[in-house]
């Protein structure tokens, strides 16, 4: 079991920063591969970033490479999202997800655990 706690949202400018936390609790956060998606009302959850178990491996969504960091701390069993150059189209409740192998990483199933999300809002 992983129980997964996000933090770190809010309400940003556009072309401001932020990073998002992602706590988790649980023997097997250090074998799991982590992701990040978002979602907006109405939508369906979004895929935005994932990492490998060793943080060797990271790959991103199209819309937000090159302006979103992720990164894992197994030591403090956290990962983090470190979000620059934000646009309002980033609008979003961003979820933290955790579960097995670093294979078809966009997609939703292929996680066991979540979080509650945390909201991020970007002003224009």
């Known amino acids: 079991q992983v129980q997964l706690v996000e933090s770190g949202g809010g309400l940003v400018q556009a072309g401001g920063s932020l990073r998002l936390s992602c706590a988790a609790s649980?023997?097997?956060?250090?074998?799991?591969?982590m992701g990040w998606f978002r979602q907006t009302p109405g939508k369906e959850r979004e895929f935005v970033s994932a990492?490998?178990?060793?943080?060797?491996?990271?790959y991103y969504a199209s819309s937000v490479e090159g302006r979103f960091t992720i990164s894992r701390d197994n030591a403090k069993n956290t990962v983090y999202l470190q979000m620059n150059s934000l646009e309002p189209e980033d609008t979003a409740t961003y979820y933290c997800?955790?579960?097995?192998?670093?294979?078809?990483?966009?997609?939703?199933?292929?996680?066991?655990?979540w979080g509650q999300g945390t909201q991020v809002t970007v002003s224009s």
């Open positions: 997800a955790a579960g097995g192998s670093f294979t078809r990483v966009v997609s939703t199933t292929q996680y066991a655990y």
């Open positions: 990492i490998s178990w060793s943080g060797g491996s990271t």
């Open positions: 649980g023997r097997s956060f250090s074998a799991s591969k």
